[in-house]
């Protein structure tokens, strides 16, 4: 086995695990320390993630790096041994060659828009502005068929319902059954760039977490659409991020519960104590730090090439062809990957409409989810709390007020929805008519949006939970 193929097997294999409990040798354990002391203290980022950098280079070789790293961020997570053959890719020219050949791919390039046109879809789009000024653009495949909203996750877009291709991403199939498909956009997702006042070059522009998307974006877009199409409720479907602001709406806004006929939560994330997710676990000490970093520079919007993420890339992924072509991508570096389910050859229509950009804020709040094991409102420190609040702490989400039906779809080696904690959030729910595993054991956060089998893998039950109610 060469050394890329151990990187790679590490990368993603990693949560069955193999060898990290040997390689985690005492001096590594000591640079774990400073990289993480360097990490948490520094005040500002670059500085930090420099310190990073030297820190690992100083000591150990390539492969040593990469299961240090991430075993540091694991944590508690237990690494097993296991070999999986059907994890790693049979050889890199295969993988290059699949690769290659969809670089051809005008889908990459077009718009969502043009896509559907394309296959023979027809497309309107639509604006809905926000009670706080935000003006969110919504794309439709109209018919007269029942209403279905489809919320994206974090740094996605309408996009993320059409990037596996006809026949297979959500978007098509639901207008294939007859449905009336609404895709939303989130406030700074590149379809929804606009305020009828800021600018995103502004630092007020981009000043929200996934709270403000639950409390004012979701309830304008699904006014909007009920308003349109003169009916009192709509099947909603979200996925990641899609599915955490969906519990912020009802349980901050509870007369919402009532517009939803069934909410269908693709990888639903609320608590994130279990988060199997490297960067996220890399990143969820510092968060707080990135923000405050953001704030400083003026930087409000994630951006993917930060110095931070580059350095999280280099220790995750080393180098290589696979690696860098599979790393290139943040969400894989959040969100891992499954090899068994991924098609090489549509990767680069993927990486032609994802990521699309997310606030700094909404990263932070998921970091602070991972610490504080709770899911509650933006952590701004007690005085800024008490200012806010009126307390300290931030208040939890009341789980308790979401009464609409909602069905859980989850699955095993979700980096971000991991079971433990859809399992609580299960049994805070008080509505939850459909909880289903996916029964595929590598079955990975974004496997949700494009695995080659996700319609019979996934979609298949969410159009009988869509039928049913
Ligand atoms: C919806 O129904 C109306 C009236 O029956 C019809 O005129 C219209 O074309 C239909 N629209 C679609 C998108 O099917
Ligand atoms: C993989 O993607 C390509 C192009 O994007 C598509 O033509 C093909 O049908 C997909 N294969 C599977 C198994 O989904």
């Known amino acids: 086995m060469t050394k890329k193929f151990v990187i790679l097997f590490i990368l993603i294999n990693f949560r069955n695990g193999l060898m990290a409990d040997q390689i985690i040798s005492r001096s590594i354990a000591k640079i774990t320390q400073s990289f993480a002391e360097s990490f948490i203290k520094h005040p500002i980022i670059t500085s930090a993630t420099f310190a990073i950098s030297n820190a690992l280079a100083a000591g150990v070789n390539l492969i040593t790096k990469v299961p240090y790293a991430v075993s540091r961020a694991l944590g508690p997570i237990k690494l097993s041994s296991q070999i999986s053959k059907t994890n790693v890719v049979d050889s890199v020219d295969k993988f290059m060659a699949d690769f290659n050949s969809g670089k051809t791919n005008e889908d990459a390039e077009m718009s969502i828009v043009d896509i559907l046109r394309k296959y023979g879809y027809s497309v309107e789009r639509h604006e809905a502005t926000t009670e706080d000024g935000f003006l969110l653009t919504m794309f439709r495949i109209p018919s007269n068929g029942s209403a279905v909203f489809l919320m994206h996750g974090l740094l996605g877009s309408a996009d993320d319902f059409v990037v596996a291709g006809p026949g297979n991403a959500l978007a098509y199939l639901l207008a294939d059954q007859g449905y009336d498909v609404w895709m939303g956009n989130a406030r700074g997702s590149k379809h929804s760039r606009r305020h009828i006042s800021l600018q995103p070059s502004s630092a007020a522009f981009w000043d929200f977490s996934w709270h403000e ?221 459909d909880k289903y595993k996916i029964p595929y054991e590598q079955f990975n956060h974004f496997d949700f949006i494009y695995a080659k089998n996700v319609k019979t893998l996934a979609y298949k039950r969410l159009l009988e939970d869509f039928s049913e109610f």
């Open 213 to 433: 998307i639950g409390i004012y974006d979701l309830p304008a877009m699904i006014d909007y659409v009920l308003a349109k199409r003169n009916t009192k409720t709509l099947k909603y479907a979200g996925f990641s991020q899609g599915t955490t602001s969906f519990f912020v709406m009802t349980s901050e806004k509870p007369e919402y519960n009532s517009k939803i006929s069934v909410m269908v939560a693709l990888s639903p994330v609320a608590f994130m104590a279990n988060v199997v997710s490297p960067v996220i676990r890399l990143l969820a000490p510092g968060t707080s730090i990135i923000h405050g970093a953001s704030q400083t520079f003026g930087v409000y919007e994630f951006l993917p090439d930060s110095k931070a993420i580059n350095t999280v890339k280099w220790q995750l992924c080393g180098t290589g062809p696979l690696a860098s072509i599979l790393c290139s991508n943040v969400l894989f570096l959040i969100a891992g990957f499954d090899f068994g389910q991924l098609n090489v050859t549509n990767l680069p229509v993927i990486f032609g409409h994802m990521p699309a950009g997310a606030s700094v804020k909404q990263l932070a709040h998921y970091g602070q989810g991972l610490i504080s094991r709770d899911f509650r409102q933006f952590d701004y420190g007690s005085d800024e709390n008490m200012k806010r609040y009126g307390v300290k702490v931030p208040p939890s989400y009341a789980l308790d007020k979401i009464v609409a039906p909602v069905c859980l779809l989850y699955s095993d080696a979700d980096w971000l929805a991991h079971t433990t904690d859809v399992e609580l959030l299960s049994k805070k729910l008080n509505n939850v008519v």
